[in-house]
């Protein structure tokens, strides 16, 4: 029987909850293991140099406590940043708080702080070199490296060659057929090919980037899928279907009968 593909929670949305008032409310870690109890299989964060949302301390409190795999998703060559709040870490660079860590799974990203959030894959004609010694370094440490990767099956061999364990195709255009019902067949398409490229390449194969409830079973069926990582959605959804719940809660507690 074949596995179905594992979910790891990304917590950024609860950590930039956070980091909107001077406070440690909501927590970080509080919400890994509300996620984990409702059956994670693992939780992803993306720490960013300017600590816009996860935080250098979540990274290592939440290392401390997990008992499911821990991804950490990050531009490998992001460097050093002083903080400008106070209480808050500096950021000692990317590849220094995973080294330190030392997750199970780091994805190496290639974005900027001037994204939201991350909106292309790795090309790696132009950055291949660079790469290679990072992924092989990683492996020293026994962490498993994946690659944020567009469904090109040329740069898919490519991710082989430089010896990445996985790649995370980014599934914001497909996502956004879907949304719109624009060339949805089309761009399916190009996502299931890199499936089956990258079995064929001996590559393993995450997704993410704007998965949800509607869009996710036809993004299952892309072939040897092993995790889905997904944030945003998550807690929209969280929202969505729970926010009657507090306000009837508040209600009563100003004496209101709802």
Avoid at 60 to 66: C, D, E, N, Q, R
Avoid at 71 to 84: F, H
Avoid at 161 to 171: P, S, V
Avoid at 200 to 227: K, M, Y
Wanted: glycine content about 6%; some cysteine.
């Amino acid at each position: 029987m074949t596995k179905k593909p594992d979910l790891s929670v990304n917590l950024n949305k609860i950590a930039l909850i956070r980091n909107s008032r001077d406070t440690d409310y909501p927590s970080v870690t509080e919400h890994a293991q509300i996620c984990i109890d409702a059956g994670a299989d693992g939780i992803t964060v993306h720490p960013r140099p300017d600590q816009r949302h996860i935080r250098v301390d979540d990274c290592f409190a939440l290392a401390a406590m997990l008992s499911v795999e821990f991804n950490i998703e990050g531009n490998p060559l992001a460097p050093p940043m002083k903080s400008d709040r106070k209480g808050v870490s500096d950021y000692p660079g990317f590849l220094e708080l995973v080294k330190e860590i030392k997750p199970a799974q780091c994805t190496l990203v290639p974005d900027n702080n001037s994204q939201l959030p991350s909106d292309h894959g790795f090309d790696l004609t132009e950055s291949g070199d660079s790469l290679a010694p990072i992924i092989e370094e990683l492996h020293t440490l026994g962490i498993r490296v994946s690659l944020f990767m567009d469904p090109d099956p040329e740069q898919i061999d490519l991710a082989k060659q430089l010896g990445a364990d996985r790649i995370e195709l980014y599934t914001g255009p497909y996502a956004d057929a879907f949304l719109h019902g624009h060339n949805l067949e089309a761009v399916f398409q190009q996502f299931y090919d890199a499936g089956i490229k990258a079995a064929e390449a001996g590559i393993g194969l995450n997704a993410g980037h704007d998965l949800n409830l509607l869009n996710l079973p036809l993004s299952s069926s892309i072939p040897q899928l092993l995790e889905r990582s997904i944030g945003h959605a998550v807690f929209l959804y969280a929202i969505y279907m729970g926010l009657a719940h507090p306000v009837r809660a508040y209600q009563r507690c100003l004496g209101k009968h709802i």
